[in-house]
């Protein structure tokens, strides 16, 4: 029904910046919030941030003063600046949105998606 569809992965040395983009598109009433989380191999997944609908954010200590995370309501997106990245930051990013679908004649739920991911590299 719904489906997110991210970009903006790629290598990256120490100190530079990258910018995922992530858009939702299907049978969308609402999108309560969207977020990214990161997968890195033997820790758990993480989340990196989290705006709403009304552009309430948070981040991980880890993403603080580091990344941005924005969204756009009307396309259905949202998008992470990263800058100064760190070796550390490499993993897969997936991008998660919080959806209300229509279930029904005249019924709906909310439901959790979530993206195919996006490998960021960050290596000199």
């Known amino acids: 029904q719904v489906q997110l569809v991210e970009s903006g992965g790629g290598l990256v040395q120490p100190g530079g910046s990258l910018r995922l983009s992530c858009t939702a598109s299907?049978?969308?009433?609402?999108?309560?919030?969207m977020g990214w989380y990161r997968q890195v191999p033997g820790k758990q997944r993480e989340l990196v941030a989290r705006?709403?609908?009304?552009?309430?954010?948070n981040y991980a200590d880890s993403a603080k003063g580091h990344f941005t995370i924005s969204g756009d309501n009307a396309k259905n997106a949202v998008y992470l600046q990263m800058d100064s990245l760190k070796p550390e930051d490499t993993a897969v990013y997936h991008c998660?949105?919080?959806?209300?679908?229509?279930?029904?004649?005249?019924?709906?739920?909310?439901?959790?998606?979530w993206g195919q991911g996006t490998q960021v590299t960050v290596s000199s």
């Open positions: 998660t949105a919080n959806v209300w679908v229509k279930i029904g004649d005249n019924r709906q739920a909310l439901s959790t998606y």
């Open positions: 705006i709403s609908r009304d552009g309430n954010t």
């Open positions: 299907g049978s969308i009433l609402r999108i309560s919030d």
